[in-house]
T-cell receptor, first 112, second 116 residues
């Protein structure tokens, strides 16, 4: 079945430093989604990427979708304590597929 | 107030007992999902359903069962056959239309199940 791998599993950064998490799929994805889960909370949708090579920005967050639609990244510039949480990527294996598979997530800690 | 509701938030059961977790949504979403979350394991898909009266096994369906008799409801039963049922269970739903890409998944608050 489809596998979505995410690295690193944990990342500790000093406040103000940048942060990047990477996501790789064993199969081509029709689209990829990113979610954030705050400690004690539930995952909340951040963004969806659809096109090959697509780049989207949300303030300090930059999301990229690979040319082959098998990998993606999330980059946070100048982290803040409010960025703390676990970031997940998730993908559907093909158009019309309903099976949404998540990566294991990257847990971000920000040291003030 | 639209959303997806899981109940209860915390659940305790004795080993060997079946337990059913509730998930209700009023978002008119077709697709619904159950995930299990363990520390360091991310979200693992248990079952998912595209439409009423249809559901598919995910990656870790053994020891679990579901039903989808109504569009709004997708209850999950953790059976006594599940070897390690203590976990955080998350239900989600999403909207899709024929020929269109899947949209974002909305999650419930989760149910933390402890089996003793």
């Amino acid at each position: 079945g489809q596998q979505v791998m995410q690295i690193p599993q944990y990342q500790h950064v000093q406040e103000g430093e940048d942060f990047t998490t990477y996501c790789n799929s064993s199969t081509t994805l029709s689209n990829i989604q990113w979610y954030k889960q705050r400690p004690g909370g539930h995952p909340v949708f951040l963004i969806q990427l659809v096109k090959s090579g697509e780049v989207k920005k949300q303030k300090r967050l930059t999301f990229q979708f690979g040319e082959a639609k098998k990998n993606s990244s999330l980059h946070i510039t100048a982290t803040q304590t409010t960025d703390v949480g676990t970031y997940f990527c998730a993908g559907f294996s093909g158009a019309g597929s309903y099976q949404l598979t998540f990566g294991k997530g990257t847990k971000l800690s920000v040291i003030p | 107030d639209g959303g997806i509701t899981q109940s209860p938030k915390y659940l305790f059961r004795k080993e060997g007992q079946n337990v059913t977790l509730s998930c209700e949504q009023n978002l008119n979403h077709d697709a619904m999902y159950w995930y299990r979350q363990d520390p360091g394991q991310g979200l693992r898909l248990i079952y998912y359903s595209q439409i009423v009266n249809d559901f598919q096994k995910g990656d870790i369906a053994e020891g679990y069962s579901v039903s989808r008799e109504k569009k709004e409801s997708f209850p999950l039963t953790v059976t006594s056959a599940q070897k390690n049922p203590t976990a955080f269970y998350l239900c989600a739903s999403s909207s899709t239309k024929t020929g269109m890409l899947n949209t974002e998944a909305f999650f419930g608050q989760g149910t933390r199940l402890t089996v003793v």
